[in-house]
């Protein structure tokens, strides 16, 4: 069974910077695809960034410039470093695993407001 433990969400005022972690359980983080959703309030899911287990990247193209994706596959972790933060980055942000299936967190509430 895959568990997947995201933090690091919050309040930020607009312009200013946050960093998710999601922490992953079990032996297949590293072998499997990772990606970021968010969800905003009466909208659906979208994916926000990707990376494979051979580091090939890709953003939506609302936040290339602004977030970096990354991983440790020694921490079984991924990251999502997000920098110039907009209103609109608002939402609850969810890690994904796929292996055979989707594997998703429980999520992170991300408000981007002054």
């Known amino acids: 069974q895959v568990q997947l433990v995201e933090s690091g969400g919050g309040l930020v005022q607009p312009g200013g910077s946050l960093r998710l972690s999601c922490a992953a359980s079990?032996?297949?983080?590293?072998?499997?695809?990772m990606a970021w959703y968010r969800q905003a309030p009466g909208k659906q899911r979208e994916l926000v960034a990707s990376?494979?287990?051979?580091?090939?990247?890709n953003y939506v193209d609302s936040v290339k410039g602004r977030f970096t994706i990354s991983r440790d596959n020694g921490k079984n972790t991924v990251y999502l470093q997000m920098n110039s933060l907009k209103p609109e980055d608002t939402a609850v942000y969810y890690c994904n695993l796929f292996y055979s299936r989707a594997y998703w967190g429980q999520g992170t509430q991300v408000t981007v407001s002054s």
């Open positions: 990376i494979t287990t051979g580091g090939s990247i």
């Open positions: 079990g032996s297949i983080f590293r072998v499997s695809p």
